[in-house]
T-cell receptor, first 113, second 109 residues
């Protein structure tokens, strides 16, 4: 059974740029959730994707957007990067039915300078 | 008031001691209660989840939920240095998971 994978591991971007982060879900999972974790904080829910559609969104602006593909993998896109976007971005997969049982990837550490 | 409150610590205990980690919450709509362990620079790892009030045991870990008090706990018996990590409580609401800030735990050899 393959776990959740994310790429890239680390990324450095300049303010105003755009970034795309990628996630492959665990085998058998059809739901992907994205979280932002600032240093010293718990993960904050960004949004969730199920059947290639957004299925719930946290308190994040529209410049945070995503996609889910037919193989259940997902992308997180962030436009017009701000310094405060520097964080660990985590992807978690689950089944729709057992959405509370989420398994996380190792994360992508984004630094905005 | 935040929906989920968790003392960030750090909490330092000697090896072999029983560790008690706690969270309080304000939203009675929460249904499932989870505990995650996160090592430095890694993603969170699901340890346990519970649905109803009461206790659930898995090896050295026991999760306890008291819905009447809106209070959840995680107990770690016979703590080991490898248990040193940040422990995050989490709860679900409308397909979203709300996390506490996490408690940093240090087990001293």
């Amino acid at each position: 059974e393959t776990g959740v994978t994310q790429s890239p591991t680390h990324l450095i971007k300049t303010r105003g740029q755009q970034v795309t982060l990628r996630c492959s879900s665990q085998s058998g999972h059809n739901t992907v959730s994205w979280y932002q974790q600032a240093l010293g904080q718990g993960p904050q829910f960004i949004f969730q994707y199920y059947r290639e559609e957004e299925n719930g969104r946290g308190n994040f602006p529209p410049r945070f957007s995503g996609l889910q593909f037919p193989n259940y993998s997902s992308e997180l896109n962030v436009n017009a990067l701000e310094l405060d976007d520097s964080a660990l971005y985590l992807c978690a997969s689950s089944t729709k039915r057992e959405h509370y049982e989420q398994y996380f990837g190792p994360g992508t550490r984004l630094t905005v300078t | 008031q935040k929906e989920v409150e968790q003392d960030p610590g750090p909490l330092s205990v000697p090896e072999g001691a029983i560790v008690s980690l706690n969270c309080t919450y304000s939203n009675s709509a929460f249904q499932y209660f989870m505990w995650y362990r996160q090592y430095s620079r890694k993603g969170p790892e699901l340890l346990m989840y519970t649905y109803s009030s009461g206790n659930k045991e898995d090896g050295r870990f026991t999760a306890q939920v008291d819905k009447s008090s809106k209070y959840i706990s995680l107990f770690i018996r016979d703590s080991q240095p490898s248990d040193s990590a940040t422990y995050l409580c989490a709860m679900n609401r409308d397909d979203k998971i709300i996390f506490g800030k996490g408690t940093r735990l240090h087990i001293l050899p």
